[in-house]
């Protein structure tokens, strides 16, 4: 069984621009979460998906979005991109029922200069 | 946020040593945790995992260990191997989907 593949695995931008990454879960995976990692603050839920409708959210600005597809699949979106932006992007997936363990992809890194 | 990541603390151990990495969770709510190891380069990869409603777990030569009275969890790893040098990380949920909060991660250092 593949494992949750994310695209692109390594991005460069400039402050002001935009970017969309994605996230393909798990066949038969039904949430996908997102999470940033920086030396800094760690790791820190962002958002989950789930059945194309966000169950949960972090305490992140409007600036991060997502969306997910009717296939699972899910993309994360960040606006007028900030030099603190820079972060390894993780996207896990789950079944879908609450307290399960998650399955985490390689993730995004996202250099913003 | 609810994970501060400051300063990485690093435990080396000597090759066939056992290892013991420790964790202190913030909510007495939390009723489901994991253990992730990261190595480098890649996204955290699943160790184990415990529900509240026990207090120890063990898996192939990895143990879980929970202490509700003192909110502390610890992760055993049994005749530690230098594939077992990475990032390990706690991770807590309150019964609240899949929104984990992560401890800051302890770096293993594992010498031949």
């Known amino acids: 069984k593949a494992g949750v593949t994310q695209t692109p695995r390594y991005l460069i931008k400039t402050r002001g621009q935009q970017v969309t990454l994605s996230c393909s879960p798990i066949s038969g995976h039904r949430s996908v979460s997102w999470y940033q990692q920086t030396p800094g603050q760690g790791l820190q839920f962002l958002f989950e998906?789930?059945?194309?409708?966000?169950?949960n959210k972090g305490n992140f600005p409007g600036r991060f979005s997502g969306r997910q597809f009717s296939n699972s699949r899910s993309e994360m979106n960040v606006s007028t991109l900030e030099l603190g932006d820079s972060a390894l992007y993780l996207c896990a997936s789950s079944l879908g029922t609450s307290n399960e363990k998650l399955f985490f992809g390689s993730g995004t890194q996202l250099s913003v200069l | 946020g609810e994970s501060v990541g400051l300063h990485l603390p690093t435990l080396s151990v000597q090759e066939g040593d056992n290892s013991i990495i420790n964790c202190a969770y913030s909510n007495s709510a939390s009723d489901y945790f994991i253990w992730y190891k990261q190595e480098s380069g890649k996204g955290p990869q699943f160790i184990i995992d415990i529900r509240s409603n026990m207090d120890k777990r063990q898996g192939q030569r990895v143990t879980v260990l929970l202490n509700k009275t003192v909110k502390h969890l610890s992760l055993q790893i049994a005749a530690t191997q230098p594939g077992d040098s990475a990032v390990y990380f706690c991770?807590?949920?309150?019964?609240?989907?899949?929104?984990?909060?992560f401890g800051s991660g302890t770096k293993l250092n594992v010498k031949p």
């Open positions: 998906y789930f059945s194309e409708t966000q169950r």
């Open positions: 991770a807590e949920n309150r019964h609240n989907f899949n929104k984990f909060y």
